[in-house]
């Protein structure tokens, strides 16, 4: 069983920073991509940023220069750094993974954390 548990979100006034952690846990065999999701009320699931197991790194446009990814998909954790933040960044935040577990070493599933609020408020 594969478990993504994240942590760190708050309220946050405008220009304000968060940080938030992720770490993968269970029986995993390899991690391909670990990463970020957000979900604002009334709008769909949209990607925030991921790093691969190779080092590529990829931003959602709007966060650019002011969000950074970091961590280790062989130490099964993942960081958003959360600088200068708007009322449009708060959304719920979603931990995202591409891994095989071990009882499908050649397989490529995708996993969810149950997310964690960001709120931002003036």
């Known amino acids: 069983q594969v478990q993504l548990v994240e942590s760190g979100g708050g309220l946050v006034q405008i220009g304000g920073s968060l940080r938030l952690s992720c770490v993968a846990s269970?029986?995993?065999?390899?991690?391909?991509?670990l990463g970020w999701y957000r979900q604002a009320p009334g709008k769909q699931r949209e990607l925030v940023a991921t790093?691969?197991?190779?080092?590529?790194?990829n931003y959602e446009d709007s966060v650019k220069g002011r969000f950074a990814i970091s961590g280790a998909t062989a130490k099964h954790t993942v960081y958003l750094q959360m600088d200068s933040l708007a009322p449009e960044d708060t959304a719920v935040y979603y931990c995202?993974?591409?891994?095989?577990?071990?009882?499908?070493?050649?397989?490529?599933?995708?996993?969810w954390g149950r997310g964690t609020q960001v709120t931002v408020s003036s």
């Open positions: 995202y993974g591409r891994m095989a577990p071990n009882s499908d070493p050649q397989g490529e599933y995708i996993y």
């Open positions: 269970g029986t995993i065999f390899s991690i391909n991509v």
């Open positions: 790093m691969t197991s190779g080092g590529r790194i």
